[in-house]
């Protein structure tokens, strides 16, 4: 090989395009002698980001948005110089459906566990059973210490079935699209497990260390970021800000095989590339298959990757006879609805929607229904519209629907995955020097947590080959 480095990023998601970027960022700055090429395997990069113009609106396939208070998406967002384009989401009352009825999500909460316990006495979501046993959650003591546990399994023992599964459960499991009596606490909300141990009652703990709100008597803060032209807009900007033939699309990687200090990339067309770093990007089942010569990569067999489905439904405001005042609801477990949520997007990102109409997005998918994801368009539209006529009293088709399928697509962090990763990372590190891990499959599933990962990703690879000069 030729005394420049050559830097091979797999995958052309989010992660990939940050590692990429960031890579060349600092190759500029510090004058080293390396080069970054970034390969994906599909016609087009952004992986789940996905934003579509139609008819007036704008709206997206995949996420909406990310969380303001992870900074490393907003400074992305500053890096390819899209800071005007941030937008904020507007916020109102969120509901979540129990019992065929919209009740309003009870305030002083976080992610569904009480901070404070006057709205959650008064809340008709739960029972009077219920509320006596979720208030348990103050005299039982600490769990035993323990390497990992479900959500599931932690949640129930502080606070009982009835509020995990009419609260908790629709709020993290729309964030995760699992189960989360399979989920790891470890791995998704280790923070509830620290509060437990240092204070016994997470409601206590909470109460300690969630700053206070403000007592402003208007909206609550905005707590996502979105762009006016949609996030896809992010990743074409990236993109035009990566150096000229640095992407390859439609170049998928078959085998990554180590030769000497070295690495061989065998590509979908036949074709071979070498790299002496390698910032695998790229879901762990894809990862698996690229170094199926390595055993420790079967530590990956059984994780779980979950399908979920969104519908996108655009009417006139006239077709709505029960408007709601809020953003959107979440469906509690025990429904027998089969959408799982609804985000009133018209209200939550206002320019999204021409006056006058009304852009909603339901997603359907949840544990045990997933074969939903395998239906029709048709056939997904008309079960997602039969729920919503119950809910909001629409007696008119859509101006259009698009439904969005993403197949095996959201990695599921199930009991033991960071022992899991561990042993993988320190195996990679022994067996594999140079190439490492990033993405959702790994360390978090959001934008700003993919981002996290692609800047960690530059920092492994500029330390690994700084090294071997």
């Known amino acids: 090989m030729s005394d420049q480095k050559e830097i091979v990023v797999i995958g052309g998601g989010i992660t990939g395009l940050t590692a990429a970027y960031y890579l060349q960022k600092k190759i500029k700055e510090e004058q080293l002698p390396y080069k970054v090429k970034l390969l994906e395997a599909s016609s087009r990069l952004g992986g789940k980001i996905m ?16 969380l303001i208070r992870k900074p490393s998406a907003t400074r992305l967002v500053k890096e390819v110089g899209l800071e005007d384009e941030l937008i904020k989401n507007g916020t109102g009352q969120s509901y979540i459906l129990v019992d065929k009825k919209l009740h309003k999500m009870p305030s002083g909460s976080f992610m569904g566990i009480p901070t404070q316990v006057r709205p959650f006495l008064f809340s008709s979501i739960f029972s009077a059973k219920g509320k006596l046993r979720a208030g348990l959650d103050f005299i039982k003591p600490k769990g035993k210490q323990a390497a990992d546990q479900s959500l599931g399994l932690f949640f129930r023992r502080r606070f009982g079935d009835e509020l995990v599964e009419n609260l908790v459960e629709p709020l993290l499991s729309g964030i995760y699209a ?31 260390t969630v700053p206070k709100k403000k ?132 209200k939550k990102w206002p320019q999204s929607t021409p006056d006058g109409k009304v852009l909603l997005r339901c997603y359907v998918g949840r544990p045990g229904d997933e074969q939903v994801v395998d239906l029709t368009d048709q056939e997904i539209v008309d079960i997602v519209l039969h729920d919503l006529k119950r809910i909001m009293k629409i007696d008119k088709e859509p101006e259009f629907s698009m439904v969005s399928r993403w197949k095996n697509a959201m990695p599921q962090y199930s009991v033991g995955h960071k022992e899991r990763l561990k042993f993988v990372r320190d195996k990679m590190q022994a067996e594999l020097p140079g190439v490492f891990l990033a993405g959702s499959s790994y360390e978090g599933i959001g934008i700003p947590d993919c981002i996290d990962q692609g800047e960690a990703a530059v920092d492994q690879v500029l330390s690994y080959l700084n090294s071997q000069i």
Request: glycine share 8%; with cysteine.
């Open 215 to 346: 007592n402003n008597k208007g909206k609550k803060p905005s707590m996502f970021y979105s762009l006016q032209n949609g996030l896809e807009s992010l990743v074409e900007g990236v993109e035009a800000n990566l150096d000229p033939g640095t992407v390859l699309k439609g170049t998928g990687v078959d085998h990554i095989e180590r030769k000497n200090d070295h690495y061989h990339l065998l590509l979908s067309d036949g074709q071979a590339i070498e790299a002496d770093s390698v910032v695998l990007a790229a879901p762990h089942f894809a990862a698996r298959r690229m170094l199926s010569q390595y055993e420790f990569m079967d530590a990956f067999k059984e994780m779980p990757a979950t399908s979920v489905a969104n519908v996108v439904l655009a009417f006139d405001q006239s077709a709505i006879k029960k408007d709601i005042d809020g953003t959107g609801f979440v469906v509690s477990r025990n429904s027998d609805y089969r959408i799982t949520a609804c985000t009133w997007t018209h």
């Open 178 to 208: 699992g189960d989360i009596d399979e989920l790891s606490l470890m791995a998704t909300f280790p923070n509830f497990y620290e509060l437990e141990q240092e204070h016994r009652s997470l409601v206590k703990g909470l109460r300690k």
């Open 51 to 66: 934003s579509v113009k139609r008819d007036g609106y704008t709206f997206e396939r995949g996420p909406d948005s990310f």
